[in-house]
């Protein structure tokens, strides 16, 4: 079963919120994503994380931070967030990240829609 | 600055057609090629990797891969309707996932 779940669906903040996403996956995996997807754009990776530590951070702004309690979860904390953040926002899981120079595949979640007001 | 580049399309063909898109790519050094297919509004949904030259077939989806030219490329079969899409190439280097633009696919009843 290739399932990755996020919550909420949709998210609507202000600017002085802190609110947090959340990305689950049972699938066993040790590696799990997080990329932002604007409208009309491709997915841009933003963290990565390889059996629970966090091993990319592709310049992501501090308002923006990530967490791995354990392997099966991920969440991105946000504070402060500016509107031109609004996006969606797309956790993925991979079996590893790597293995002989090539990698896994990974597959996503349903996303979280976020809307900074 | 690794640069995935696709046919932003829009790319429209007859139910029944092949459709091919295609994914040119700048890093010689990529050993790990993915095609996506993303439906408005939704994720991205896998389709198939392609690590080796040549073809790698799955049902109605045959994934071609030429490394020396730098290029990847995705046919789809007896195309239907429920194949209009954006199609997402991607690779992989390193830890590293780059996406190309996405083709957008119309499949005209």
């Known amino acids: 079963d290739t399932e990755v779940t996020q919550t909420p669906k949709h998210l609507v903040m202000g600017m002085t919120n802190k609110k947090s996403l959340k990305c689950e996956q049972h699938m066993g995996h040790r590696a799990m994503y997080w990329y932002k997807q604007k409208a009309k754009k491709p997915p841009e990776l933003m963290f990565v994380?390889?059996?629970?530590?966090?091993?990319i951070n592709e310049s992501v702004p501090s308002r923006f931070s990530p967490e791995c309690p354990n392997s099966s979860l991920l969440n991105l904390h946000l504070h402060a967030l500016q509107p031109e953040d609004s996006a969606l926002y797309l956790c993925a899981s991979s079996h590893k990240t790597t293995s002989g120079g090539a990698m896994y595949e990974q597959y996503f979640g349903p996303g979280t829609r976020l809307t900074v007001t | 600055q690794k640069e995935v580049e696709q046919n932003s399309g829009p790319l429209s063909v007859p139910e029944g057609a092949i459709a091919s898109l295609n994914c040119t790519y700048s890093d010689r050094g990529s050993q790990s090629f993915f095609w996506y297919r993303q439906y408005s509004g939704k994720s991205p949904e896998l389709i198939m990797s392609i690590y080796s030259n040549g073809d790698k077939e799955d049902g109605r989806f045959t994934a071609q891969l030429n490394k020396a030219s730098q290029y990847v490329s995705l046919l789809i079969r007896d195309s239907q309707p429920s194949d209009s899409a954006t199609y997402l190439c991607a690779l992989g280097y390193g830890q590293n996932f780059v996406f190309g633009p996405g083709t957008r696919l119309s499949v005209l009843p």
């Open positions: 994380y390889s059996y629970e530590k966090l091993s």
